[in-house]
């Protein structure tokens, strides 16, 4: 999680947004939206099933799940966060959808192919270090930045013994900026870069992993309709990559059962603002949720944590010809459940997609911090989104690396 000492002034960033830096709400003016049967169409998803609160269509092979009025989706199983809501449309509970979500998001991760460049070199980011604990357990005594080292390293070894080239900002205990993260990997030529970080909320009830990738230019993170900069960033280079890097990690992470999937999720972090190639940043758990942080102190489920993220970084390298969430396509519908014709028009849900209340969104550190020949420890910020809180006091214990 970033910093509590980098948070950002949400109210400011607003204030300094009316002054014509090119911002713009939710997503662009000129957008266009697709009705249902022309999404169809573009995914080849020809089956249609239609409940009271979503709509189900599929090719009996993949599925994706729609919410009308929201922005959340499920492909394959995995909660997937849409740039724009499904727009409720007609009086049969159907929808519209963002052209860009219809053709850079859902498409591509439909018809997943390999990056054109190989073999993969890949970046692992493992966040804070040194000074910057990141966030605290305080029962059993973690701190962030210790437990997101011996990931990468696990993570590491998997990718290596695959055959993977792997390349790390940070190796032990050692601060780096942002700024040298990005820069770390960017010398290093890498492919991909993969942020790690675990996660911090006031709600203690909190669980279950979040994986971000960069919005599109002039749309909104996930969360809120608050105003964004519609300049593309470096990474907006790499936005269909960048989601399909995000989306075959995500749906690898153990623990994202049922309510507990977060989803793929997207934030303008500023390393995600900066790669130069596929980034991500996921956030594999909460450290503020006593269960979860027992969980993340644990060696075996660190072992299935790190296996995850590598498969993950291996299905993008070499996707795989079924989902390992082995996601049901909609073809016949279940008992009670209303078929495409016509007919039922629920209302839509209610817009319950902004789970994460406002909060800290960390700025760069400052200029002029320890840069390190190949190691660096990456720090989250947010723009104005806030997932998370800040950190707790420092724990008095660390996890230990992997041996």
């Known amino acids: ?46 089956g249609r099933v239609i409940r009271a609160d979503s709509i189900d269509i599929g090719d009996g092979t993949n599925r ?29 509970n159907l929808v519209a959808l963002d052209a ?60 290596d013994a695959a055959g993977v080239t792997v390349g790390y900002t ?64 470096n990474g907006n280079s790499n936005d269909v990559c960048n989601t399909r890097l995000g989306y075959s990690i995500h749906r690898r992470l153990p623990g994202r059962g049922g309510e507990a999937d977060r989803g793929l999720r997207r934030a303008r972090f500023q390393v995600l603002r900066q790669a130069g190639c596929p980034a991500v940043l ?10 979860e942080a027992r969980l993340l102190a644990s060696g075996w489920f660190r072992g299935r944590l790190a296996r995850a993220v590598a498969d993950g970084v291996l299905d993008y390298a070499r996707p795989p010809a079924a989902d390992p969430s082995g996601g049901d396509a909609p073809g016949a519908p279940a008992e009670g459940e209303a078929i495409l014709a016509g007919g039922d028009a629920p209302g839509a849900p209610e817009e319950g997609e902004g789970i994460l209340a406002g909060g800290d969104a ?21 723009e104005g989104e806030g997932i998370l809180t800040g950190a707790t006091a420092a724990a008095e214990g660390a996890l230990p690396v992997a041996p």
């Open 282 to 291: 996921v956030e594999v758990g909460f450290l503020s949720n006593a269960v």
């Open 362 to 382: 960390p700025g760069a550190p400052a200029k002029g911090e320890a840069i390190l020949a190949s190691g660096d420890t990456p720090v989250a910020p947010v």
């Open 1 to 46: 999680m970033p910093p509590a000492q980098q948070r950002r002034n949400p109210g400011l960033f607003l204030t300094v947004a009316g002054l014509g830096l090119g911002l713009a709400l939710a997503r662009p003016a000129a957008a266009e939206n697709l009705p249902l049967a022309a999404v169809q169409e573009a995914l080849g998803c020809t």
């Open 170 to 233: 940070r190796r032990d205990d050692t601060f780096l900026s942002l700024e040298a993260r990005t820069a770390t990997a960017g010398v290093w030529r890498a492919d991909a870069f993969v942020s790690l970080h675990a996660n911090f909320a006031e709600n203690r009830q909190a669980v279950g992993p979040e994986t971000y990738v960069l919005p599109f230019a002039g749309y909104a993170p996930t969360g809120g309709d608050q105003r964004i900069s519609d300049l593309p960033r």
């Open 100 to 159: 860009r979500d219809v053709r850079e998001v859902l498409l591509p991760l439909l018809r997943m192919a390999p990056p054109e460049r190989r073999p993969l070199r890949v970046m692992l980011d493992p966040g804070h270090g040194g000074e910057d604990s990141g966030a605290v357990s305080a029962r059993p005594a973690i701190e962030e930045k210790d437990l997101v080292l011996d990931l990468a390293l696990r993570i590491g070894r998997f990718l």
């Open 64 to 92: 994706v799940r729609l919410y009308p009025g929201l922005r959340r989706s499920e492909i394959n199983g995995s909660t997937v966060w849409l740039h724009a809501v499904a727009e409720p449309a007609g009086i049969s």
